[in-house]
C-alpha cells in the first residue's frame, strides 16, 4: 500500500524557524557550502565543480600499488545492468565503466570529448558525421562499427524492448514513427561505412555530441539482442572495464580492467568490487572498520561527526542535483508571479543549508548549475531572503491564507520542507500550511493527473552537462516533467535558439532562457547538493573524485600499498 502522510504545520515550529535564523546569523553568516558557520564541509574539504578536470596527476598515479590493485566501492543494488534501460545511478555507474559511448564529457570544459568517435561534424546541427576509430572491440572481441550503433539505437526505441532511456532519441529523425509502429527503424540514423555513422535529427540541435555520452546511447553487441535477460547477468561491454563473473544480486558486482581498451587512459585500479548494501550508515561503518575503500555519499546524520571520524580521509563534491519547489499553475492561486516571487523571497535558504544539512547543500541562485558556465553567478534576483518585501508583495497579490505542500515520504525531506513552510508562516502570515507526503510513485501519479494544489517539493540532475538539460526537460511547453504546467512562448523560443547556435554562442542564450525563466517563477530553486565522500586509509586521498552527475570516478581511484 502507497504511504500518505498528512499533518499540519503548528505555532511550535514556528519557533524553531527563529533557532535557524538565529544560529545562521550568530556564526557569522557563511557562504552556504559551509566553509564558515557551522556546517561540515570546510573550504579545505570543498572541491568545487565536481570532478578534478585534470583527473589523477601523474605524480600520484605513480603511487598506486603495482598493477593498480583492487577497490571496493558503496552501491545500491542496480535496477538494471542494460544500458538502454538504466536510468538510476546504481546501475549506471556500474554500466559507465563497462561501457564507452560514442563521446565521454570532458570535465574541464563540459563539453562532448572523443569515445568510440574520434571526430565530429556538422554544418547545420542537424545532420551529423561521426568518425568512429578503427580499434574499438566488445569484451568478446566483436568489433564496434558504426552498424552497431544503428542496431543498437533501432532495439532501444523498439517499444516492443520497453527501454526507460527511450525518450532520449526523440531528437532523432523518426523516432515517433517507430514509437508510432509505421516504421520499423529510426529515419534519421544510417552507417555510412563501417567507421562513418551519420544521425539526422528532426531540428537543430548543438548539444547532441554531449547527450551522446549518457548511459542510454552505449553501444550493444548482438548477444544482447539475442537474450536480453542474460545478457544483463554479465553484460558484455567496450569500456575500460569487463566483467568478471555474473551480478551477484545485493551482494557484488567484480570487474577487471580490459586490456585492450583503446581509449585514452585507461583504468589504474586493476579490479572494482561493487559492494550492495541496503543501508549506507553500515557501509559508512564499514568504511571506518577497513571493510570497504569507498562510500561515495554518506548519509545526513553522519555529517557532523564526519571529520571526527575520517580525519582527512573525506572530501565534499560539488554537484549538479538540486531541489526546488514548483507551484501548480493551473491553480488559481498560483497563476500571479508576485504571489510566486514572494514565496520564494520569503525562504532563508543560507540559514537551513547551514542548520539542517550541515553545509552539504549550497544555496541555489541559479537554474543551471554555476558550474556549466564560466563566470555564471546565478540570475535569481528572488531566490535572496528579503522577507519585508516578501510580506509586502504577498500581501498585495492575495495571496492564499491556507497552503498543502507535497513532497516524497522517501528522501528524508520532513525537517526542511518544514522550515520552509514555517518561514512562510511566519513572514506572510499564512494561517495553516497542510503537508501532503507520499511514496515516489504515487506522488509522480498525482503530477502526472495534476491533482497537486500547493507547492511540491521536486529534484533534478544532469544526466549530460549541459544547460539545456538543466532547463527544456523541465519547463518547456508539454514535457512530461514540466509538472508546473509552465509555458512561456518566449522562453520556448530562447531554448530552440540555442539549441540550433553554435556552442560558443549557445551559453549566453541559455542565460537569457534562465533569466526569462526566473522572472516568471514557476518554480523556486533551493539549493544544489554537495556530496560527502569517505575513504579508507587504502585510497589516496587526491584520487577521490565525484563528478556533477554525482557519479565517482572509481577508473582514477589509487590503491596504496598496505
Known amino acids: ?30 557562504n552556504g557550502n559551509g566553509a564558515e558557520g557551522g556546517g561540515a564541509i570546510s573550504e579545505s574539504h570543498l572541491i ?16 598506486a600499488v603495482e598493477g593498480g590493485g583492487t577497490v571496493s566501492i558503496f552501491n545500491t543494488e542496480p535496477q538494471y545492468l542494460m544500458p538502454g534501460n538504466s536510468s538510476e545511478v546504481g546501475g549506471s555507474k556500474v554500466l559507465e565503466q563497462l561501457f564507452t559511448g560514442l563521446t565521454v564529457v570532458d570535465y574541464e570544459t563540459f563539453e562532448a570529448g572523443p569515445g568510440v568517435a574520434e571526430s565530429w561534424d556538422s554544418d547545420d546541427q542537424v545532420t551529423w558525421t561521426f568518425e568512429l576509430g578503427e580499434d574499438w572491440t566488445f569484451h568478446n572481441g566483436d568489433p564496434v562499427t558504426a552498424e552497431t550503433f544503428v542496431d543498437t539505437f533501432n532495439w532501444v526505441v523498439d517499444p516492443d524492448n520497453a527501454q526507460q532511456n527511450a525518450d532520449f532519441y526523440d531528437v532523432i529523425l523518426g523516432y515517433q514513427d517507430v514509437v508510432d509502429g509505421d516504421a520499423e527503424e529510426l529515419e534519421g540514423v544510417r552507417a555510412l561505412d563501417d567507421h562513418t555513422l551519420e544521425i539526422e535529427l528532426n531540428e ?19 548477444e544482447a539482442f539475442e537474450d536480453p535477460d542474460a545478457f544483463e547477468q554479465a553484460p558484455i561491454g567496450n569500456g575500460r572495464y569487463q566483467m568478471d563473473g555474473e551480478w551477484e544480486h545485493d551482494v557484488e558486482i567484480a570487474m577487471e580492467r580490459y586490456e585492450d581498451w583503446p581509449g585514452e587512459e585507461p583504468g589504474i585500479p586493476e579490479r572494482i568490487e561493487w559492494r550492495m548494501y541496503s543501508d549506507p550508515d553500515t557501509a559508512y561503518m564499514d568504511v571506518q572498520s577497513g571493510e570497504l575503500d569507498v562510500l561515495d555519499q554518506i548519509p545526513p546524520n553522519r555529517l557532523p561527526t564526519v571529520e571526527d571520524d575520517f580525519a582527512d580521509h573525506f572530501t565534499g563534491f560539488e554537484t549538479s542535483s538540486s531541489e526546488y519547489i514548483g507551484f501548480p499553475l493551473y491553480q488559481e492561486e498560483f497563476e500571479d508571479p508576485d504571489v510566486r516571487q514572494a514565496l520564494s523571497m520569503a525562504v532563508d535558504r543560507e540559514a537551513i543549508t547551514e542548520t539542517i544539512f550541515d553545509g552539504a547543500r549550497q544555496p541555489a ?11 555564471h553567478e546565478g540570475t535569481c534576483e528572488y531566490c535572496q531572503h528579503n522577507p519585508e518585501e516578501a510580506a509586502e508583495l504577498y500581501e498585495a497579490a492575495g495571496g492564499p491564507d491556507e497552503l498543502t505542500v507535497y513532497f516524497n515520504s522517501d528522501g528524508g525531506h520532513d525537517d526542511w520542507v518544514e522550515a520552509v513552510s514555517n518561514m512562510w508562516q511566519e513572514t506572510l502570515g499564512i494561517e495553516d500550511v497542510t503537508f501532503e507526503s ?24 544532469l544526466s549530460y552537462p549541459s544547460p539545456q538539460y538543466a532547463m527544456e526537460p523541465v519547463y518547456t511547453t508539454g514535457q512530461s516533467s514540466n509538472y508546473a504546467d509552465y509555458s512561456s512562448e518566449e522562453f520556448d523560443e530562447l531554448i530552440a ?20 525563466l526566473l522572472e516568471d517563477m514557476p518554480i523556486m530553486p533551493l539549493w544544489f547538493r554537495i556530496d560527502v565522500s569517505v575513504h579508507s586509509e587504502n585510497i589516496h586521498n587526491e584520487s577521490i573524485y565525484v563528478d556533477p552527475r554525482t557519479f565517482l570516478r572509481a577508473e582514477q581511484l589509487v590503491v596504496l600499498e598496505d
Open 1 to 30: 500500500m502507497a504511504e500518505k502522510k498528512t499533518w499540519r504545520s503548528t505555532a511550535v515550529a514556528i519557533t524553531a524557524v527563529g533557532a535557524i535564523g538565529l544560529t545562521a546569523c550568530g556564526d557569522g553568516g557563511g
Open 48 to 63: 568545487q565543480g565536481g570532478a578534478d578536470p585534470s583527473g589523477v596527476a601523474d605524480d600520484v598515479a605513480e603511487q
Open 204 to 222: 537543430p540541435f548543438s548539444a547532441l555530441p554531449l547527450m551522446l555520452s549518457y548511459t542510454g546511447f552505449y553501444p550493444l553487441p548482438d
Open 365 to 375: 541562485e541559479s537554474v543551471i548549475p554555476p558550474m556549466l558556465i564560466e563566470d
Open 438 to 461: 507520499l511514496e515516489f510513485a504515487q506522488y509522480l501519479e498525482l503530477h502526472d493527473n495534476q491533482e497537486i494544489s500547493g507547492p511540491y517539493r521536486m529534484g533534478w540532475v
Open 497 to 516: 535558439e540555442a539549441n540550433a547556435a553554435d556552442p560558443e554562442e549557445a551559453d549566453d542564450l541559455y542565460i537569457e532562457a534562465e533569466e526569462v
